[in-house]
Structure formats: structure tokens, C-alpha cells
């Protein structure tokens, strides 16, 4: 069966630190890939997707994520983090079967100190 | 404004009690989605409908059933056969076949009794 699995569990970082956030997913198809967040009350949002072409996408609020075919892998990257993306971020794929169906991973709760 | 509606926000169940949780969409999507998020465990895959009147079992439908009469409304009900139904459901919409954006509603906290 098709899963995404995310790295980290809970990651702590202090203010301007660099956030990478580890995504991998087990299918041998067609993929689209994506990564949402979800802010303290909010509702889950898209951060940034990936469909084809450049394997280096980019999101909103000066996040990022590469696409690494060979290692099944959609990491998540920001340089410079702010209190303000202190949330919980997932990783998520959509598999090309006979119908479209959005796997998510487990998540990965960030929290940023000021 | 559109978007999607989960009613309601908070939801509780007593043992053997059937429940519905009710989620509209005024998005004019055709495919629909029902979640069931766990601390630590991430979104879980109940059901999904890509269009009016047909819908697919997700990783977890076990206690679980839903139907699609109309294309904004996708409810889903929580049987007594689901034995441990406390948790956060999330639905969600998209434009099938090339699901670019998921857009979620707001969630409803079931708890049980």
C-alpha cells in the first residue's frame, strides 16, 4: 500500500535557525506531491506542490521543497525561520490510480522560539 | 465567500449512537474527501467521492458510511461499529483527476460519551 512517511516527529528551533523537514513516500507511479500547514486554529492549507518540471519548487512565506525521484523524497526546506511558522506541517502525495487519492503523512509539529 | 462548511464544530456521541457530521461545499468541486486526524498519527483516509453518487473506501472506512445524493454535500456518518471514534474529522474538496489543491473545511471534534 501506498504511505508518506515525515522524519520528524516535533522539531524545536530558536528564531533565523534553518528548517528542513524530511518527507518520503512509497509508490513506484506517477506522483504529485505536496506540502500543507496547518496554524494554530487555522484550517490546513497548501504550502506548495510539485507536478512536473523543475524538481525545486517554491511556496509561500520563503519556504521551499526538492523533489528527489530516485530517493522517493519531497524535503521541505526554509532558510531563515520566524516564530510566526511555529505550526503543524505535512507532507502529502496524490497517486495516479484509477482514481486520484491524497495520502498524507503523519505530520510534523513545529515549533519556533522567539 | 466560498469555501467549505462542516457542521457542527463539536460533536458528541454516546455508545451504540449512529452521528452524522455534515459538510457542504460551495466551490463547485466534484471530488470530495472525508479525514480523520489522531495526534501524532496525521490525516487518515476515510472516504472519497469524485463524483455524484459514487464514493471509495479509504484506508480506514471500517465503521464508517457516507453518500453523495448532490455535489455540495458529503456527509458522513460514524456507526456504533466504529469503537474508537473520538477524534478530529477534516473534510476536504478538489478538482479531480489532477488534485491540485485540497481546500478544507474547519473540522469537527467528535467526542464520545
Known amino acids: 500500500a501506498q504511505s508518506v512517511s515525515q522524519h520528524n516527529h516535533h522539531v524545536i528551533l530558536s528564531e533565523a535557525a534553518s528548517l528542513e523537514l524530511g518527507c518520503n513516500y512509497s509508490?513506484?507511479?506517477?506522483?504529485?506531491l505536496f506540502w500543507y500547514v496547518q496554524y494554530p486554529g487555522q484550517h490546513l492549507q497548501l504550502l506548495l506542490k510539485?507536478?512536473?518540471?523543475?524538481?525545486l519548487v517554491k511556496g509561500i512565506k520563503g519556504f521551499e521543497a526538492e523533489f528527489i525521484k530516485s530517493k522517493f523524497s519531497f524535503n521541505l526546506r526554509k532558510p531563515s525561520v520566524q516564530w510566526s511558522d511555529t505550526a503543524e506541517y505535512f507532507c502529502a502525495v496524490s497517486v495516479k490510480t484509477s482514481y486520484d487519492k491524497v495520502i498524507f503523512g503523519p505530520g510534523t509539529s513545529l515549533s519556533v522560539i522567539p | 465567500d466560498g469555501g467549505i462548511t462542516q457542521s457542527p464544530k463539536y460533536l458528541f456521541r454516546k455508545e451504540g449512537q449512529n452521528v452524522t457530521l455534515s459538510c457542504e461545499q460551495n466551490l463547485n468541486h466534484d471530488a470530495m474527501y472525508w479525514y480523520r486526524q489522531d495526534p501524532g498519527q496525521g490525516l487518515r483516509l476515510i472516504y472519497y467521492s469524485q463524483i455524484v453518487n459514487d464514493f471509495q473506501k479509504g484506508d480506514i472506512a471500517e465503521g464508517y458510511s457516507v453518500s453523495r445524493e448532490k455535489k455540495e454535500s458529503f456527509p458522513l456518518t460514524v456507526t456504533s461499529a466504529q469503537k474508537n471514534p473520538t477524534a478530529f474529522y477534516l473534510c476536504?474538496?478538489?478538482?479531480?483527476?489532477?488534485?491540485?489543491?485540497?481546500?478544507f473545511g474547519s473540522g469537527t471534534q467528535l467526542s464520545v460519551l
Open positions: 476536504a474538496s478538489s478538482t479531480p483527476y489532477n488534485n491540485e489543491k485540497l481546500f
Open positions: 510539485y507536478f512536473s518540471g523543475d524538481p
Open positions: 509508490y513506484g507511479g506517477t506522483v504529485n
